[in-house]
């Protein structure tokens, strides 16, 4: 990454790297932003920023995957507008840096991402992660500030509404372990997943038109739950503060779509901490029943997967050594997450590929989800790997 650092740009002088990984999300999905629980895990997919200070003002930004080179005054960067193209996130993460108290620099930077576009791995959080880090080039910023600084350049200036689970996991994710995220506290614990069992995500190789304008309309619809709800138990403030003993005798108070989105949310976190339970005991069939219960809840009440995603998700379950398998993250495409028998993987890569291959003409990418380290600077330039 160093020698195409040094072709693309005249200095190369104070050359820093830093990684930010995407993740996949085990179980919990569509909570975070209920304040509820999830359990992502970081993976080795990241997105990598190289940055050196460029000495004439401006900031620029190159992508190798999309071969795009765009500059800025580094002294108006407080003041653009969303151009509604990828640059949208480390802009959007430079004004909330900005506004956080740490002026931007002028620098060249140089982004190479492993972690693929539009597949629910959390490509956006990793760009807008290492983006602060490569900002703030060594200035310390607390790890919480630095994933909530990320999640309001997605909100305010790329514009969707998400929660924090994406920026949160690239930040605070670990080698070996899947992290339960309480994204009410914004505390979390490391959760290690049992001896002998893998967890690999497919991709659909489809990102559906819908996933955008379908993630807000749920926003708004868990908002209207809880308005709803409160007029039975002023308390809640969120879908995290229903119990199922509680949804149960209100929910016919809640018009049927509506019924339906918070009764995923309520299970769901329920969910959560089951399979967290299971997988501390070593259940591995709860921890599959719980990951198929997740996926068929967010087919059927929160309505946010799709064809390619419910195929992927079936198809897996009959193959020898699966336990379970969903869809993971925001859905409308992006990728399953299948839980199995370590020494199933071989066999369960060739049958999933084959069968995705006969109904969909496409070859799915497949992914390995080993846990790995959240964020930081790569110190050791070798490590950063070949685009891919
Ligand atoms: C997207 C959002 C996250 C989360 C997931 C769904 O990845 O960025 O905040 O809501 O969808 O679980």
Known sequence: MTAEFRRLYPSAEGLRVFRAPGRVNVIGEHTDYNY??????????????????SGDGKL??????????????????????????????????AQEAIRAGYPIEPANLLIRATVPDGSGLSSSAALEVSSALAFLAGR???????????????????????????QYISVFGREHSAVEIDCRSLGHRFVSLPAGVA?????????HALAGSAYKDRVRECAAAVEILKT?????????????????????????????RARHIVTEDVRVNRFVEASQSGDLAAMGRLLVESHRSLQYDYQVSCEELDFLADAALPIEGVYGSRMTGGGFGGCTVTMLRDEAAANFRERISSAYQDRYGLVPRIYDCKPSAGAGECKNFETIPALV
């Open 199 to 207: 967890f690999i995500a497919v991709n659909t190789m489809v990102k």
């Open 232 to 260: 039975r138990y002023p308390a809640v403030e969120s879908l995290r503060d229903v119990t199922p003993g509680m949804f149960e005798p209100a929910a016919h108070l809640l018009p049927d779509v509506v019924m339906r």
């Open 60 to 93: 620029r930004i190159y992508s190798e995957d999309r071969k795009e080179m765009r500059e800025f005054d580094a002294a108006g960067l407080a003041d653009l507008a969303p151009a509604h193209h990828w640059t949208d996130y480390p802009i959007g993460v």
């Open 140 to 166: 310390p910023i607390d790890p919480l500030e630095l994933a909530k600084l990320c999640q309001r350049a997605e909100r305010n200036f790329v514009g969707m509404p998400c929660g924090i689970m994406d």
């Open 36 to 53: 509820g629980f999830v359990l992502p895990m970081a993976l080795d997919l990241a997105a990598y920023v190289a940055t050196a200070p």
